[in-house]
């Protein structure tokens, strides 16, 4: 079966750091690009981090930069996402993607995708 999992969620004060895991099984991380993204209540989702396979360098959102650290483990089949200095706008479900291709403009097209884990900051 196909799937990507997320786990390492949970529940932290602000400050305080948490390490998301997306283990893929069935598939591997082997399309241009992997990442993580988020959605808050009541507000839309939004790419977090992300790295690529056809090109050198990482995407991360100005939110959690210099915060928040995207990497892989391929002998894992599994993707990570370091969060450290949390605060309560990090609070979210947050959601582990993997495109195969590419579209015309050269975006990533994601079509795999966690069913997500909850990441709660208190402050």
């Known amino acids: 079966q196909v799937q990507l999992v997320e786990s390492g969620g949970g529940s932290v004060q602000a400050g305080g750091s948490l390490r998301l895991s ?3 099984s069935g598939v591997t991380f082997s399309g241009p690009c992997m990442g993580w993204f988020r959605q808050a209540p009541g507000k839309e989702r939004e790419a977090v981090a992300a ?8 995407y991360y959102a100005d939110s959690v930069k210099g915060r928040f650290t995207i990497s892989r483990n ?14 309560a706008e990090d609070t979210a479900t947050y959601y582990c993607a993997a495109a195969a291709r590419r579209d015309l403009g050269n975006k990533c097209q994601w079509n795999l995708w966690g069913r997500g884990t909850q990441v709660t900051v208190s402050s």
């Open 51 to 58: 790295m690529f396979n056809d090109r050198v360098g990482t």
């Open 22 to 24: 997306c283990a893929a």
């Open 74 to 87: 391929n002998a894992k089949n599994t993707l990570y996402l370091q969060m450290d200095g949390l605060n």
